[in-house]
């Protein structure tokens, strides 16, 4: 039987406990595996926090241009089929390496398809310089990743908006696949009476609390700061509103230090709201463990900046777990998105709209139920088989049979025993 072709991730630094790209990949290579494909995910080494399952190539020594090079021929040696770029600047620690990715590979021998899937980008916009937008219109450059897009074989958006934002490039749009965005985390089955109450009780929440969920790394463009400004204002009426605020301080796109007077600010700010009692920080805790707290929430809210849409995992986590979600929705978004999903749409920035729907909600028993079921269908249409079943065909696609080859040399490769 022959090998089966190796796809090689590259994700930047790789730390998928403090990073959502890095858990995207680690998730998306655990899909892949046994069903025809070989998943590795290039690293220094093997990560902490990745699971024991997931294969990791030790093959990168750094991004230095010297070090891209070597990475092309150790990806060459390695006998890969496919790289598939998770394109995030944030991840390969803002370094302009990733805007000549491509190019830097083939010294080291590197020839084969380039899949780039895009976790952050800016397209040319009507104040980008005319040539720029010439350039991109025909596939030449990118202003936001330079010839990243120009180069890849094929490139992977996971919402509408993103693919429509790369349909203007003539030479890009042919190359673009939509591969929508499962939850970053998938609900257990739901505990028992029993078991959530004693959750409840582990948290120092009476059994009869309203709690509502805030879900994923603490970051400043989440503003958890005007939730907590909202819940103060609701505990008015409604005193025994909890605030479950269930993931880790320190992301990787903060530095120790950015991390750090984000929590002493936002400590400060619940002192001075009187919310010690009504407010509880879980920390990083396993995928378990996330998923049995959220489920003792009654309804879950999102503050992002500048909007939030089908591109956040930790939006469709909480919808996979039947939450009925308040999030600020950016207009241009998914058509029908907030019907469909059960989501309560309100303005970005507005603490006291998000007061308003956390109320709304409380009130109506029967509107919870209801968005609750409608989140959970929504959610659930996302699933991890579906995502590397879409990525399966976009694989076959570029590397037809017979053109796979497979290095004879010990490459390091690190996979626990099964």
Do not use: C
Not at 68 to 85: E, Q
Not at 122 to 138: E, S, Y
Not at 205 to 232: E, I, Q, T, Y
């Amino acid at each position: 039987m022959p090998d089966a072709p190796r796809i090689v991730f590259l994700a930047g630094d790789f730390e998928p406990d403090r990073d959502g790209v890095a858990d995207y990949t680690r998730r998306l290579a655990a899909a892949l595996d046994g069903h025809g494909w070989e998943p590795l995910v290039a690293a220094a080494a093997r990560p902490q926090g990745a699971p024991a399952d997931v294969p990791i190539a030790p093959i990168i020594e750094g991004w230095s241009p010297g070090a891209v090079v070597r990475l092309g021929a150790r990806l060459r040696r390695l006998g890969a089929a496919i790289v598939h770029v998770q394109a995030a600047p944030t991840t390969f620690g803002r370094r302009g390496v990733l805007r000549w990715l491509p190019l830097a590979l083939r010294p080291g021998g590197w020839r084969g398809p380039v899949v780039v899937t895009l976790h952050e980008h800016t397209p040319p916009t009507a104040a980008t310089p005319r040539l720029l937008r010439a350039a991109f219109d025909r596939g030449l450059w990118d202003p936001d990743l330079g010839i990243l897009l120009p180069l890849a074989d094929a490139i992977v958006v996971t919402s509408e908006r993103e693919r429509a934002s790369l349909a203007v490039s003539h030479a890009l749009a042919p190359r673009v696949r939509l591969i929508p965005l499962p939850p970053n985390l998938e609900p257990l089955p739901e505990p028992a009476p029993a078991v959530r109450a004693a959750l409840r009780h582990g948290l120092g929440f009476p059994p009869d609390a309203a709690v509502v969920a805030f879900f994923g790394f603490v970051h400043p463009v989440k503003r958890l700061p005007d939730l907590l400004v909202a819940v103060a204002q609701v505990r008015s009426r409604h005193p025994r509103l909890r605030l479950l605020v269930v993931g880790g301080w320190d992301p990787l796109s903060l530095t120790p230090a950015e991390a750090s007077a984000q929590r002493a600010g936002v400590e400060a700010l619940i002192e001075q709201l009187g919310l010690g009692d009504a407010v509880r920080f879980t920390g990083h805790v396993s995928g378990d463990r996330a998923s049995a707290l959220l489920s003792i929430a009654d309804l879950a809210a999102v503050s992002m900046a500048y909007g939030v849409g089908p591109k956040s995992g930790s939006l469709i986590a909480l919808l996979a777990h039947g939450l009925p979600t308040i999030a600020p929705l950016p207009p241009d978004g998914v058509p029908d998105m907030g019907r469909k999903a059960g989501i309560v749409s309100v303005p970005p920035r507005d603490p006291t709209a998000l007061a308003g729907a956390i109320e709304r909600l409380l009130d109506d028993p029967v509107l919870r139920r209801r968005l609750a079921a409608a989140a959970r269908r929504f959610g659930r249409n996302r699933s991890w088989a579906a995502t590397a079943a879409a990525h399966e065909t976009l694989y076959a696609s570029l590397v037809g049979p017979g053109r796979v080859s497979r290095a004879t040399e010990d490459t390091g490769v690190r996979r626990a025993a099964r």
